[in-house]
């Protein structure tokens, strides 16, 4: 099994392991961005945000789980200041296949800059080039537009619709979007 690497850089971007010192900046994005965060994603579940602990022990567990390759949790900073303006990685490994599941989330005030089709373009380039990708992966719940207009940007084929398959965090049932990648090749600039 490769080590993953500790960071990837693109044009803006740094994507790169979270260190507990990273806590208090990443609670400040996950704060400011509840209202979104917690419609879509299952962690952010509620009406508050996670606590400056609970960033902390994200931090810890990223550390964690990237040593043990189970998955790789990255933020997205910016490599002109270091911001950090979201996070995304690998959500989801298989290392027999080996297939790649990317997820992804953006500091609401940063939204509609492209960082998050950046961030799943690096990602996916690595998973290919460097970590022998057949199969990358992008799930999202079919309401999220903002989430599958990334997919459909960098070229992923829209491959399924998985229906009822979780309860959004209002209870609802959800639909989930399934798009996948096989080569590098297909893998689109998003602009
Ligand atoms: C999903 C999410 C990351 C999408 O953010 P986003 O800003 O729309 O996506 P991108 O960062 O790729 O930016 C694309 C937008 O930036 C614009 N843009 C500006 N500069 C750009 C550039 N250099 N490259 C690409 N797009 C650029 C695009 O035109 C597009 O604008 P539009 O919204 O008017 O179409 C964000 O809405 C989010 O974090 N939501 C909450 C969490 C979530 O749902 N995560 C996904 C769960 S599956």
Redesign the pocket.
Known sequence: MPKLAERLTSDRLILRLPTTDDAPELHDAVAA?HP??S???EWAAGDEPQSLEETRSFCKEAHRKWQECIEYPVLITLSTTGEIV?ASGFVAIDWDVPMFEI????R?DC????????AARRLACYAFEELDAVRVE????TL?T??W??AE?LGFEWEATLKKIARVNNGELRDTRVYAMFSIADLKA??
């Not at 997820?103 to 953006?106: A, I, K, M």
């Not at 992008?138 to 719940?141: E, I, P, S, V």
Request: hydrophobic share 30%.
């Open positions: 961005s979104e965060l419609r879509w994603m979201g997820g992804y989330w953006v609401t939204v509609g800059r492209g960082y998050g089709s950046e992008l799930r999202m719940d999220n903002r989430s207009s990334i940007r998003p602009r």
